[in-house]
């Protein structure tokens, strides 16, 4: 059962990277995408170990952004792969099937193309524009996320979707009214100076708790 929260990890450099998804699992994160695009492969793999490390002291699911060798080297828990990075079956014939691999998606043709290959969740979006991606696909909102969820409704297709891209602690109500499984949230928790509030707040919406207004 996946969780309902993600959080991607940010940072410029190993530290930061270590220092924002040590502190966002001492908040309560129960599960972590390690996401540390331009570092070479083998600063890359030393923060992957430490991360690993991390998590599995805090007993939190940890998937690695597109290294598919190197999750399987730490021995993580899965991938996310998008959509220019390796294939849904190339990472599974190195990963198998014990292992998560979820997919970006940006439309409804990316949505159904990855259900074809068999990820186990997408991420789709954005949700809105978000400076932590270079190559930004097309803004969805709400309603876009929506319109595709209700077409996966009438094919009968039944795969955990979450939103991603820009996504705050006010979005959650909207989003989650679309049907998606859960979000996929970076900068909102870096740079939040309570993050264990930020992530109690988080839940409680995602699980229909509490009502933000």
Not at 116 to 141: A, V
Request: charged share 20%; with cysteine; proline share 3%.
């Amino acid at each position: 059962m996946l969780d309902k929260l993600q959080y991607i990890s940010q940072g410029e450099t190993s530290q930061e990277q270590i220092e924002n998804i040590s502190h966002t699992l001492a908040a309560g994160c129960k599960w972590v995408q390690l996401r540390f695009k331009n570092a070479p492969k083998e600063e890359f793999f030393w923060v992957a170990q430490k991360v690993k490390e991390l998590c599995d002291s805090y007993k939190a699911m940890l998937t690695i952004n597109d290294h598919v060798n190197i999750a399987q080297a730490i021995d993580a828990d899965g991938v996310h792969l998008g959509l220019q990075d390796m294939s849904i079956a190339q990472a599974r014939d190195i990963l198998g099937y014990e292992k998560i691999i979820g997919g970006t998606a940006n439309t409804l043709e990316d949505v159904l193309s990855r259900v074809r290959e068999e990820c186990n969740y997408i991420g789709l979006g954005p949700f809105r524009f978000t400076p932590t991606k270079k190559k930004l696909s097309p803004i969805l909102g709400a309603e876009g996320i929506k319109q595709i969820m209700q077409e996966l409704t009438l094919l009968s297709i039944e795969m955990p979707v979450y939103a991603i891209g820009g996504i705050t602690l006010k979005d959650v109500v909207k989003i989650m009214d679309t049907g998606v499984a859960g979000v996929a949230v970076s900068g909102e928790i870096t740079n939040h100076p309570n993050k264990k509030e930020l992530l109690e707040n988080f839940n409680q919406l995602l699980n229909g708790q509490i009502n933000y207004s």
